[in-house]
């Protein structure tokens, strides 16, 4: 079996996949923007496409598998519940999203999945995992010591399940009972990276992807909701959003990262010199349930091109600040990759700083 990734150059960071068994290969997740580099690599390998499968309806690029389909008379493949994907298509307009969705709907399949199905390419067998969450018709794909799962876990991440068809009770049950069982010597390829990377060993994810490590299902759902800003900001706006099914805020291990409790916080609020207060919710956020005060608002998404307006004594004691320690988390990690010395996060963030009975102000204007 031949693995063959096509990382898309539009901007979405999609990865498709070209698995090739013999003469016939099999394409999973195919970006119509690759449409011609994948006709390249199958002439170029020596194959011809007789299975296009998607792992879910994509929303942030159209899929190339009609195409494909009339190019090599392929048989296209999706989970049975994308009978019903007309449903979220209208629903996608308020996300900027609905001409993608009512792009991939029109595209006829051919065979129905079901989980527990299997796909035979030659003698590579691709067994269907059922993974809702990121959709409710996303499956994931088992062949030999490779797992591809599409857009419900990604590299040091997972994919959102804030939008249309998304879950992330579904997606917790996915993650916890189909994917974390699976050896740790697989090899995961996901649907999208946005750092260069072409496969992981699940092992590894399991130890450090903060979407697989122990929480209850409601822990998880706060966690997620968390860890994707709110998109409300930008839909009232009437913005054009440029969407990402994951994000490029991935924590990694920093040593020296430590956290602080909101008691102990208002102590040192009381010290001289005060520590530097970093808010990276969105400004929406900060407007709706308050702020401590005195912080700096910073989203974390502008944190990198902001640098600038932190303290330029890179010494100078740093609390990171969100809603729940999620994001502020995250950016404390970079922060003390950027050699800031003194970072602590905000233990339960904002949301454990009013329980604690501490108080909040809120902003007349975006901070």
């Known amino acids: 079996m031949i693995v063959r990734q096509i990382r898309s150059k539009d901007g979405t960071g ?29 002439s170029e390998i020596g194959v011809r496409v007789t299975h296009v499968i998607d792992t879910h309806t994509h929303a942030d690029h159209i899929s190339a598998a009609d195409e494909l389909k009339k190019v090599f008379d392929a048989q296209v493949c999706m989970h049975e519940n994308t009978k019903n994907k007309w449903k979220i298509v209208d629903e996608g307009d308020k996300f900027g999203i609905g001409d993608v969705l009512r792009a991939n709907a029109r595209i006829p399949i051919d065979r129905y999945l079901k989980d527990g199905d299997t796909v035979e390419v030659r003698d590579t067998v691709f067994s269907i995992l059922f993974t809702p969450g990121h959709t409710d018709n996303h499956v994931a794909l088992m062949a030999d010591d490779c797992l591809f799962t599409g857009d419900l876990l990604l590299i040091g991440q997972a994919g959102r399940s804030d939008l249309p068809g998304g879950d992330p009770g579904e997606q917790y049950e996915s993650l916890f009972t189909r994917i974390i069982p699976l050896p ?22 399991k130890k ?45 291990a920093a040593d020296g990262l430590s956290s602080i409790k909101p008691a102990d916080l208002a102590m040192m609020l009381k010290s001289d010199p005060r520590p530097f207060l970093l808010d990276v919710r969105e400004p929406v956020e900060l407007l709706m349930s308050g702020a401590i005060d005195g912080v700096k608002n910073i989203p974390v998404g502008q944190l990198a091109a902001r640098l600038s307006e932190l303290p330029p004594d890179r010494s100078t004691t740093i609390v990171s600040i969100c809603a729940s320690g999620a994001r502020s988390f995250e950016a404390a990690h970079y922060l003390i990759r950027q050699g800031y010395q003194n970072v602590v996060n905000l233990e339960g963030g904002t949301t454990g700083w009013i329980k ?4 909040v102000v809120k902003p007349r204007q975006p901070a």
């Not at 999609?14 to 068994?21: N, R």
């Not at 697989?186 to 060993?201: L, S, T, W």
């Not at 604690?356 to 108080?359: F, K």
């Open 356 to 359: 604690s009975g501490l108080g």
């Open 14 to 42: 999609t990865l498709s996949y070209l698995i090739a068994d013999v003469k016939v290969a099999a394409i999973i997740d195919p970006n119509i923007e690759d449409t011609q580099e994948i006709r390249l690599l199958a």
């Open 208 to 252: 450090n992807n903060p979407f697989l490590q122990l929480r209850t299902k409601s822990e998880y759902i706060e966690f997620v909701r968390e860890f994707f800003p709110p998109l409300a900001e930008a839909i009232a706006s009437g913005s054009k959003m440029t969407l990402q099914c994951g994000t490029t805020r991935v924590a990694r």
């Open 184 to 205: 740790d010597t697989v090899k995961m390829f996901p649907g999208h990276d946005y750092a260069g990377n072409e496969f992981a060993y699940l092992g590894d994810e």
